[in-house]
C-alpha cells in the first residue's frame, strides 16, 4: 500500500487556512467583511505589539472576531495543541519565553495564510 504522501509546514498552512475560510465564504456578507478586517490586521498587530497583544484585540472584537480565534485556536501552532477559543489568550500568556517566541512565528505564518486564503476565496468589496 502506497505511503501518503508528507506535507511541508507551508503546505499543511495552506490546507489549513484554505480550508478556514472556505467555512467563512458560506457566511453572511457582514460576517465575511468582519473576519476579512481581523484577518488583516492580524500579523500586522503581532508583529507591532506582540502576539498576546494581537490576541487580546481580538478578544476586543467580541463577536466579530470569535471565528477568527476559534481558527486560530485550531491551527495546530506549538505549545498551544488543545487550546480553545476561550482559552487561547490565557495559554498564550502561560508560555515560556522559548515557546512563546515560536507561537509568535507560528502564528505570523498562519495569519498570512488566512490573508491569501481570504484575499482568494472572499469578495473584496471591503477595504
Not at 52 to 61: E, K, N, T, V
Request: charged letters at 25%.
Amino acid at each position: 500500500m502506497p505511503e501518503a504522501p508528507r506535507l511541508t509546514k507551508d503546505q499543511q498552512r495552506a490546507t489549513f487556512a484554505y480550508g478556514q475560510v472556505g467555512q467563512v465564504a458560506r457566511l453572511e456578507a457582514t460576517a465575511q467583511d468582519n473576519y476579512k478586517t481581523a484577518v488583516r490586521a492580524l500579523g500586522a498587530n503581532i508583529l507591532r505589539s506582540g502576539l498576546s497583544a494581537a490576541l487580546a484585540d481580538l478578544q476586543r472584537r467580541k463577536d466579530r472576531a470569535k471565528a477568527l480565534r476559534e481558527h486560530l485556536a485550531e491551527a495546530n501552532v506549538p505549545g498551544l495543541a488543545g487550546a480553545g477559543e476561550a482559552d487561547l489568550f490565557q495559554r498564550v500568556n502561560a508560555l515560556d519565553v522559548g515557546q512563546y517566541m515560536l507561537a509568535t512565528r507560528e502564528m505570523l505564518q498562519v495569519a498570512m495564510w488566512l490573508k491569501r486564503a481570504c484575499d482568494a476565496m472572499l469578495d473584496d468589496s471591503t477595504p
